[in-house]
C-alpha cells in the first residue's frame, strides 16, 4: 500500500485500469470535474471547484494569494484546459506521459507499470548521464516518461500539451538584501525560522537527520528556538572519518533532544543488488545502502511521522572554493572591490595561499571562455558516444546574463534537485527539507556571493545567522563527514565481481564505456587518491538501473538469461 503516491488520469480514453491500479496501492479518490485525482491516505487535500491542491502549501507572510510549499495544483484554466503546476525548488514528484488520447500522471512508476507503458530503456538518457552526472532535466531514462520539473506547469487542452516554467531562480539573484554579513546573517536566521516553524505546525513526530554537520545543527537549533520538539538521528561508519558523534552529540544536549546512534552496517552494501523498486532513473546508490538501512531502523523504532533533513545546507549557504565570489565583487564594485581582503578569504576556505587565489583570479579575468552552466565529467566512458551537450533545462536560457558567483549558485540549487528523491529510507515516507523552503531559497540567492565567504569561513553567512545557538565545536567547524574509507573498502571487497558486471554488461553492450580505461583501472591494486573508483561505482548504478528496468519489462515472456539479474 502507497502512502503518499498520485496517480492521475485525464483527457478522452478508458481510465478503468487507472482505478483498478490505485485501489491496489490503496489510493483515496477525489473526484473533480476535471480529473480523478487518487491520492495516497497521507496526503492532504484541497478540492476547490476549479483548483485541487494535493500536499502542504503555505501562505508567504504579507504577500496575498502568494504560496510556498511541497504541493502539486491541478486547476481548469480555461475551456477544456488543464494546468498542473509542481511547487517550485523541490515540489512533490510527478513524472508523465501521454496515455490513450490524454495524459497519464503519477508519482511512482510503480503506480503506472502495468497500465501498458512500454517502458523501454531511453538510451540518449542513459549517454547523457555517463557525461553530466547530476544534470537532472525533465528527461527521464523511460522513453516517453518526462518529469515536471520544480516551478514549471503542464497544460493540455485535450489535444496538446506544453511546459513552461512559471518560477526560475534568475529572478531572485538580483536582490541586495543586507549591504553587510551582519544584515544578510539576520535575514537568513528569520526566514529559516519562519520556515522551520510553519514546517513543524503539522502534526506527527518529527525525526531529524542530525550529522552534526553545520546545516542538520541548524534546523536543530531553529526546531528548539521555534519550541517544537523533535528526535534526532546520527548514523555512525565503522571508520574516524564517517563518526560524527561527538559534533551530534553537542547540538543533542544543547537542544535537548534524544539522539540516536545508529551503527551502518557495511554488511549491508552490496554493490550488485538489484534495486529495491522500479524507477524513472537511477534512485537509491548502493554504496549508501547501510546507510539507508541504519537510518530507517530509527525512523521505525520511534514511529516516526516526519523524516527531518539538512539536504541543500551547502547548496542554498554558497559553499564555494573557487574565485567566483571575487569576479562578482569587481563586476559589481569596480576598483571599490575589497579585492586583497577577498583573496585572502577565498584561500582561507580553499585551504591554500593568497597568492595561489590571485593567480586562480588573473586566469579567470584573462579567459573570454564563458564557463558552462554544467561541468563535463565522461571518465571511463566512450566519450566518442556521448552528447556534445547537455539537455536543455528551464534555468539554462538566462544564465548567461548573470555574474559567475550567482551562476554556481543556481547551478548548486539545480544539483541538489538530483537527490531529494533517491534515498530508499525516504521511499513512500514524508520528508521535510526545511532548507530548501521556497522563501528561503530566494533570501539565499538576492545575498552577494561574496558575503558567504567572509571572514575566510564557508557558509559564513549562515555560520553568522546561528552564532548564538549552535554548540562551539559546530560553529567553528572546519571539516566535514567523509566516507572515502567505507567506500574504498566496499570498491576493494567487491573489484571481483564488479569488473565483469560492468565490462560484460547492457552499458557495455551498447558501446557506451571505455572497456581498455576500466581494464586498466581494475587491473591495479588498491584505489587511486583521487577518487575515480567512485565514478566506477555510480556507473554500477547505472547498469543496475537499466538491467532492473529490463527485467520488468521482459517478465511476460523473458528468458531465463533475461530475467537472470
Known sequence: MMKRGILVAFGAGDHAGVDIAADREGLALHATPYANLHVGRELPVRLLPDDAVV?????????SGRVWGNYLRFSRVGRGVLRVERAPVTGMPLYWTRWR?????????????????????DWDFVRHGLAYRNFRTERTGIAGVAELLPGTAL???????????????????TGDIGADRQCAAAAVERCTSMCVDRWAEQPGGRLLE????????????????????????????????????????DVARQCGANLIEAPVDEAAINLLSKPDRLTVRPAAASILAGF?????????????????????????????????????????????????????????????????????????????ETRPLWPRDDIFAERSALP??????????????????????????????????RPDRWHDRKVVAPLLSQPLVETCLAIPSWLWIS?????????????RQLPPSVLHRRTKGRLEAMCAAAFQRERARLAPFLLDGRIATQGLLDRPEIERYFSREGVDPEFAYFRLLEIADIERWVRSVESWRCRGGASAAQRAY
Open 55 to 63: 500536499g502542504d502549501c503555505f501562505a508567504y507572510p504579507g504577500e
Open 101 to 121: 488520447g490524454g495524459i497519464l500522471c503519477f508519482s511512482h512508476l510503480e503506480l503506472a507499470a502495468d497500465l501498458g507503458l512500454d517502458l523501454a530503456i
Open 155 to 173: 497544460l493540455f487542452d485535450g489535444a496538446v500539451s506544453s511546459v513552461a516554467p512559471f518560477w526560475l531562480p534568475w529572478s531572485h539573484v
Open 210 to 249: 542530525l550529522s552534526g554537520g553545520l546545516d542538520s545543527s541548524i534546523i536543530a537549533a531553529s526546531l528548539t528556538a521555534c519550541g517544537h520538539s523533535f528526535r534526532a538521528v546520527t548514523a555512525v561508519t565503522a571508520t574516524p572519518d564517517g563518526d560524527e558523534r561527538r559534533y551530534a552529540r
Open 292 to 368: 539507508d538501512r541504519a537510518i530507517a531502523g530509527a525512523i521505525h523504532a520511534g514511529d516516526s511521522d516526519q523524516v527531518w533533513s539538512g539536504i541543500g545546507g551547502d547548496n542554498i549557504f554558497g559553499y564555494s572554493h573557487s574565485v567566483s565570489p571575487a569576479i562578482d565583487a569587481w563586476q559589481a564594485k569596480g576598483l571599490r572591490a575589497p579585492l586583497f581582503h577577498l583573496l585572502g578569504d577565498i584561500a582561507a576556505v580553499a585551504g591554500t595561499t593568497r597568492w595561489h587565489a590571485a593567480k586562480a583570479l588573473a586566469r579567470r579575468l584573462r579567459s573570454r
Open 388 to 421: 556534445a551537450a547537455p539537455f536543455l533545462h528551464p534555468w539554462q536560457e538566462a544564465a548567461g546574463g548573470f555574474p559567475p558567483g550567482k551562476r554556481q549558485h543556481v547551478e548548486a540549487l539545480m544539483r541538489i534537485g538530483d537527490f531529494m528523491d
Open 455 to 467: 571572514g575566510g569561513r564557508d557558509r559564513a553567512v549562515a555560520r553568522a545567522a546561528f552564532a
